[in-house]
């Protein structure tokens, strides 16, 4: 366990389902990323939280909707999903960020599959 | 062309075998970072570079800036090293992480 936990680790859902992706961290960490991994494609960022505050959207689809109630709990939403958002969803924390970021910790990541 | 190039995308080794992987960069960085990721899908940080040299276990990495180029060495590489290693930089103008594709290493017994 790296101390950034993902639930859960696996998930099909169909097209018209609402689920929702959970990320906790108890390493003190004051910012949170969601970052998309499909196959054979680097790693890409989706959504970034400082101090609760959302501060980066990458021009991500309003199928996904996040939410940082705390700064210990991340959610990513998920509704009317596309076969092609199937991919693995990773958590990160870390003290600060940009380049101020130190302490990057990765969770273990939720296997989406869409039906 | 992506920003990050890794070489190669995969590697296979004999148990006790040297390994290098390779990051190219195009971008000016102010730190770069070398990723393991499990078949399980958990990534975890290895090392934090912006220059020179580190080394942790049987692993060292180094950073040549004028170069745009880092390197992932493996000393006597075991089965379980077998893993997803992922070079990632920080752009020195965006702040934002750039990730290579990764290299698939498999070291057999």
């Known amino acids: 366990e790296t101390g950034v936990t993902q639930t859960p680790r696996h998930l099909v859902m169909g097209m018209t389902n609402k689920k929702s992706l959970k990320c906790e961290q108890h390493?003190?960490?004051?910012?949170m990323y969601w970052y998309k991994q499909s196959a054979k494609k680097p790693l890409e960022l989706m959504f970034v939280y400082s101090l609760e505050e959302r501060v980066e959207n990458n021009s991500v689809p309003s199928r996904f909707s996040p939410e940082c109630p705390n700064s210990s709990h991340l959610f990513l939403h998920l509704h009317t999903l596309q076969p092609e958002d199937s991919a693995l969803y990773l958590c990160?924390?870390?003290?600060?960020?940009?380049?101020?970021?130190?302490?990057?910790?990765f969770g273990s990541g939720t296997r989406l599959t869409v039906v | 062309k992506n920003e990050v190039e890794q070489s190669p995308q995969n590697l296979t080794a004999q148990e006790g075998e040297f390994i290098t992987i390779n990051c190219s960069y195009s971008v000016g960085i102010s730190a770069l970072h070398w990723l393991q990721q499990h078949p399980g899908g958990g990534i975890v940080s290895l090392f934090m570079l912006s220059s020179g040299k580190k080394k942790h276990g049987r692993l060292i990495a180094t950073i040549n800036i004028q170069e745009k180029h880092s390197s992932l060495h493996i000393t006597a590489s075991h089965p379980r090293d077998s893993a997803v290693y992922i070079c990632a930089v920080r752009s020195y103008n965006t702040d934002k992480l750039i990730f290579g594709t990764g290299t698939r290493l498999q070291v057999f017994p």
């Open positions: 990160a924390s870390s003290h600060g960020q940009g380049a101020r970021a130190y302490g990057y910790t």
């Open positions: 390493l003190g960490h004051n910012a």
